[in-house]
């Protein structure tokens, strides 16, 4: 069964850093590009990034551009968010998923940016 679980949120002071993991299993996880989305309380999804299956290439939302980093280790199965320079707007939980047949949500991993 194809799962992806995500870990390495938690609560962080304005300016700090976090680094995110996305975990994959029961798929060939190195034939998919891979996103990362959050959803802040009382709104939608929101795509904060992706990266292509090789890892060669990556794409940010604006908001996160020059701040964060996607990259991912296929022989582990294993995708990363490093966030930098955090912000309270950066609060939210933290989600991976499939570009191609993407999978139902999972439990994603809560950030909190608060001083």
């Known amino acids: 069964q194809a799962q992806l679980v995500e870990s390495g949120g938690g609560l962080v002071q304005p300016g700090g850093s976090l680094r995110l993991s996305c975990v994959a299993s029961?798929?060939?996880?190195?034939?998919?590009?891979m996103n990362w989305y959050r959803q802040a309380p009382g709104k939608e999804h929101e795509l904060v990034g992706e990266?292509?299956?090789?890892?060669?290439?990556?794409n940010y939302a604006d908001s996160v551009k020059g701040r964060f980093t996607i990259s991912r280790n296929n022989v582990k199965n294993a995708m990363y968010l490093e966030m930098s320079s955090l912000k309270p707007d950066d609060t939210a939980v933290y989600y991976c998923?499939?570009?191609?047949?993407?999978?139902?949500w999972g439990q994603g991993t809560q950030v909190i940016v608060a001083a």
């Open positions: 990266i292509i299956d090789t890892g060669m290439l990556t």
């Open positions: 998923n499939r570009i191609q047949r993407p999978l139902p």
């Open positions: 029961g798929f060939p996880f190195g034939n998919y590009g």
